[in-house]
């Protein structure tokens, strides 16, 4: 993995059962899989599509509920784990190393949503995250209750920067994030003031209502969508696995159902 610092180079899936939730990622987006024997915590296994590794499902330990995680890429995992704790940020894993795979720290923002840091072992460049290439992420989304705070403590750790804001009426403005002047995805409030802030995350898929269709046969529920982007080429789906893990799904839609 290429370590571009402040830049996604990895995504995993914490859930109950890594095994039986296969056949609803290959259906959706494409992948197949690799088990990871060797892996810490249990069972592991890796995501892949036309041959590149985007993502890991790796079997939860205490977590009751099934969620996406992010990993960001820093030079130096022990200096970034101790700046979140200067920030007011959480380090709730110190840094560990896995042989063959490198060095990472589970940590939370100051208001409460978890992350990883990482270090690659290899510098490689990391393709999980490449906008608009279907089976991979292609948006990051910060759903806050402070969206200062958080622009501030990102920024200061990883080098983010504010790009513009979309006023989203009451829900407030939809801030993008910029690195090296590359958008790598957004910050917004929550729409629940008592919930936990958290990611979410965006993956591409060849065409939008297939893919939600595919959702639907594979046992997942499609929550809200197809809405179309304002960049007018793409639309988004708000879906949940069988599993109880929330993310959403982005993709252009044929023009004889867009119009």
């Not at 109950?16 to 069972?43: C, I, L, N, S």
């Not at 639309?235 to 839609?253: C, F, H, N, S, Y």
């Amino acid at each position: 993995m290429q370590n571009t610092q402040g830049m996604p180079i990895w995504y995993e899936l914490m859930t109950k059962d890594p095994g039986a939730v296969q056949d609803f990622y290959h259906r959706v987006m494409g992948w197949t899989f690799e088990p990871m024997p060797d892996a810490p915590g249990g069972d592991y296994h890796v995501a892949s599509i036309d041959g590149t590794s985007v993502a890991g499902l790796m079997q939860m330990q205490d977590s009751p509920q099934a969620m996406w995680f992010v990993y960001l890429g820093v030079q130096d995992v022990d200096a970034s784990a101790a700046k979140v704790q200067a920030l007011g940020g959480r380090v709730e894993q110190a840094p560990t190393d896995i042989p063959g795979v490198g060095r990472f720290a589970f940590c939370a923002d100051p208001q409460g949503a978890y992350f990883y840091l990482m270090r690659g072992d290899s510098d490689q460049r990391s393709e999980a995250f490449a906008t608009a290439t279907p089976g991979h992420c292609s948006w990051n989304e910060l759903i806050t209750s402070d969206q200062r705070a958080a622009l501030s403590f990102y920024g200061q750790l990883l080098g983010w920067e504010k790009g513009d804001a979309m006023p989203m009426g009451e829900a407030g403005d939809y801030t993008f994030l910029m690195l090296d002047g590359q958008m790598i995805g957004a910050v917004m409030d929550s729409p629940d003031p008592d919930a936990a802030p958290y990611w979410n995350f965006a993956f591409q898929v060849p065409e939008i209502d297939a893919a939600a269709e595919a959702v639907r046969a594979a046992g997942g529920v499609v929550r809200m969508g197809p809405t179309d982007l304002p960049d007018g080429q793409m639309w988004l789906v708000q879906i949940t696995d069988p599993q109880g893990a929330e993310l959403m799904l982005t993709g252009p839609r044929k023009a004889s159902q867009s119009s």
